[in-house]
T-cell receptor
């Protein structure tokens, strides 16, 4: 069945280091992938997205990499800051299923000062 | 602040009752999505409306229903509530109907006692 899973449930990094959060997806028909950040008590916040015809996309301090061969998605955060501490979710979508996003279980990122 | 508003913020009710959750999308967004976030199921897509019409449906229980009004706000109705319905309910919105760049509201925390 459809599923999006994360390799690591928790990740602890030192402030200033780079962080890499991984995600495995199972639906090879997925066309669109998104990373969300969720801070405690808040709704998911859109970080960056990538379409299946791309393998890399960069934003401000973040980069998403897509490897369709092994159905793997990663989020790289450069110079991680304490404000980056949150739970990060990857999500996937298939175009012909409307706007249905399928979310992974999440990875908690903890940044040590 | 995503621009998506949800009311109420918290809701405590008893089993068997019915509640209505309300969502106002970002200005200009025509699509509204509802998601349920629980500890055991993670973030689950419930339903999407686009410009007043149902666009996509997830694993939404028959006891749950939603609608989108002409002013584009949406309501999620939950009836015959059970303890297992306790969760965070998020609304998201996007400009188009394809599901790209969904922006989430702060959520409604429902507690069924």
């Amino acid at each position: 069945g459809e599923s999006v899973g994360l390799h690591l449930p928790t990740l602890s990094v030192q402030e200033g280091d780079n962080s890499i959060i991984n995600c495995a997806y199972s639906n090879s028909a997925s066309d669109y992938f998104i990373w969300y950040k969720q801070e405690s008590g808040k709704g998911p916040q859109f970080i960056i997205d990538i379409r299946s015809n791309m393998d890399k996309r960069q934003g401000q301090r973040v980069t998403v990499l897509l490897n369709k061969t092994v159905k793997h998605l990663s989020l790289q955060i450069a110079a991680t800051q304490p404000g980056d501490s949150a739970v990060y979710f990857c999500a996937e979508m298939v175009y012909n299923q409307g706007g249905k996003l399928i979310f992974g279980q999440g990875t908690e990122l903890s940044v040590k000062p | 602040d995503s621009g998506v508003t949800q009311t109420p913020k918290h809701l405590i009710t008893a089993t068997g009752q019915r509640v209505t959750l309300r969502c106002s999308p970002r200005s200009g967004d025509l699509s509204v999505y509802w998601y349920q976030q629980s500890l055991d199921q993670g973030l689950q897509f419930l339903i999407q409306y686009y410009n007043g019409e149902e666009r996509a449906k997830g694993n939404i229980l028959e006891r749950f229903s939603a609608q989108q009004f002409p002013d584009l706000h949406s309501e999620l109705n939950l009836s015959s509530l059970e303890l297992g319905d306790s969760a965070l309910y998020f609304c998201a919105s996007s400009v188009g109907n394809r599901g790209y760049e969904q922006y989430f509201g702060p959520g409604t925390r429902l507690t069924v006692t």
